[in-house]
T-cell receptor, first 111, second 112 residues
Framework: AQRVTQPEKLLSVFKGAPVELKCNYSYSGSPELFWYVQYSRQRLQLLLRHISRESIKGFTADLNKGETSFHLKKPFAQEEDSAMYYCALSGQGNRDDKIIFGKGTRLHILP | DTAVSQTPKYLVTQMGNDKSIKCEQNLGHDTMYWYKQDSKKFLKIMFSYNNKELIINETVPNRFSPKSPDKAHLNLHINSLELGDSAVYFC???????????FGSGTQLSVL
């Protein structure tokens, strides 16, 4: 069964400090992992996906298959990073695979 | 030129009523979805359609009936609304199943 766990409901970080949003997953096959972000009053949008290995807005995430984790990191937080962040997982492409989301972590950047 | 648009943005209605939410995408995507975001911001898949065919029905009560007249549209009809149906409903689409999702701006449903 697919499962995504984001253990932190709320994370408060001072501006300029490093950020790490945790995500662990459970999937028997080879997963594809994503991070989506929802800024205040905006629609959900893709932040990054692990296969593209690119850095968006200074965020990176590395897929660690040994620890089944896909933590989101940024070395220096900015106030505009305050948002709701969702980790998501999709399966290998079987007909009834789906994209499921973790419960989300609200990131609050303190001035 | 919005990629995924859904209407209405807000929907306030009484218990027991029937209501519909419409969704359209102009991206040429094959797959469309409905997700429900509850008051705690949990985002849960309800349905997915691929080229007008239902692929996923995530044990949603049968008061919820999706309808896809063509691959650019996926509407959600809800019968006999209940208080617990109050949530934000998001439509989304992707080029193919399990690819990057493009979301609509959401419909906030309040059942009184």
């Amino acid at each position: 069964a697919q499962r995504v766990t984001q253990p932190e409901k709320l994370l408060s970080v001072f501006k300029g400090a490093p950020v790490e949003l945790k995500c662990n997953y459970s999937y028997s096959g080879s997963p594809e992992l994503f991070w989506y972000v929802q800024y205040s009053r905006q629609r959900l949008q893709l932040l990054l996906r692990h296969i593209s290995r690119e850095s968006i807005k200074g965020f990176t995430a590395d897929l660690n298959k040994g620890e089944t984790s896909f933590h989101l990191k940024k070395p220096f937080a900015q106030e505009e990073d305050s948002a709701m962040y969702y980790c998501a997982l999709s399966g290998q492409g079987n007909r009834d695979d789906k994209i499921i989301f973790g419960k989300g972590t609200r990131l609050h950047i303190l001035p | 030129d919005t990629a995924v648009s859904q209407t209405p943005k807000y929907l306030v209605t009484q218990m027991g009523n029937d209501k519909s939410i419409k969704c359209e995408q102009n991206l040429g995507h094959d797959t469309m979805y409905w997700y429900k975001q509850d008051s705690k911001k949990f985002l849960k898949i309800m349905f997915s359609y691929n080229n007008k065919e239902l692929i996923i029905n995530e044990t949603v009560p049968n008061r919820f009936s999706p309808k896809s007249p063509d691959k650019a549209h996926l509407n959600l009809h809800i019968n006999s609304l209940e208080l617990g149906d109050s949530a934000v409903y998001f439509c989304a689409s992707s080029q193919r199943s399990l690819e990057k999702l493009f979301f609509g701006s959401g419909t906030q449903l309040s059942v009184l």
